[in-house]
C-alpha cells in the first residue's frame, strides 16, 4: 500500500513543507495517521524535498494550518485559560464557520492578551490564511491595525 501511495505522499509533504514534522506528529498523536509508518514516509518525502529545494518562506497557507496554528497561538499566549478561546475554532466545522471562529478568537484575544501580544498573533494568523480567503484576512489585518497605535 505504501509503495503506490508514496507519490501521493511526496505530493502532501510538499504541499505542507518544513512543518510537516510538527503537523504529521499532531495528526498522529490525535489519532488521524493510524500508522506511523505513514508518518516515516511523509518524514522521508519531506528530507528529500528539502535536499532538493532548500526552503523558501511560505507566506500564504491553508485555512486548515492557520486554524492549527492559531490554536498553538493561543495556547502559548493564555496557557491554561484558553479554552475559551479556543471553543470557537473547535466547533467550526465549514471553511465559512472556520473563518468566522478565527475572526472571534482573535477579537477575544484582543480583550484577554496585551495589545502588542495580540496584534503580533492577529499579523501572523492574517500572513497564513491563503489568497482565496481574502475576507478572512482583511478582517484579521484590521483588528491588528488598530491595536498598532496601542502596542
Given at each position: ?19 510537516v ?13 493510524p ?15 528539502r ?31 484558553s ?5 470557537h475554532?473547535?466547533g ?25 501580544i ?8 492574517a ?5 482565496e480567503?481574502q ?12 491595536l498598532r497605535?496601542?502596542a
Open positions: 500500500m505504501f509503495a503506490t501511495a508514496s507519490a501521493g505522499v511526496q505530493d502532501i509533504a510538499d504541499l505542507i513543507g518544513p512543518q514534522h510538527n503537523l504529521v506528529n499532531d495528526l498522529f498523536a490525535r489519532g488521524f495517521v500508522d506511523k509508518r505513514v508518518f516515516e514516509l511523509l518524514e522521508t518525502a519531506a528530507a528529500s524535498t535536499a532538493a529545494n532548500p526552503p523558501t518562506p511560505i507566506k500564504r497557507r491553508s485555512l486548515v494550518v492557520a486554524r492549527t496554528d492559531l490554536f498553538d497561538l493561543i495556547e502559548r499566549v493564555r496557557g491554561q485559560k479554552d475559551v478561546v479556543r471553543q475554532l473547535r467550526a466545522d465549514t471553511p465559512e464557520r472556520t473563518g468566522e471562529a478565527m475572526c472571534v478568537c482573535i477579537e477575544l484575544l484582543v480583550e484577554l492578551a496585551e495589545p502588542g495580540a496584534m503580533r498573533v492577529a499579523e501572523q494568523v500572513d497564513m490564511l491563503p489568497d480567503d475576507q478572512w484576512t482583511t478582517r484579521v489585518r484590521a483588528v491588528a491595525d488598530s497605535h496601542v
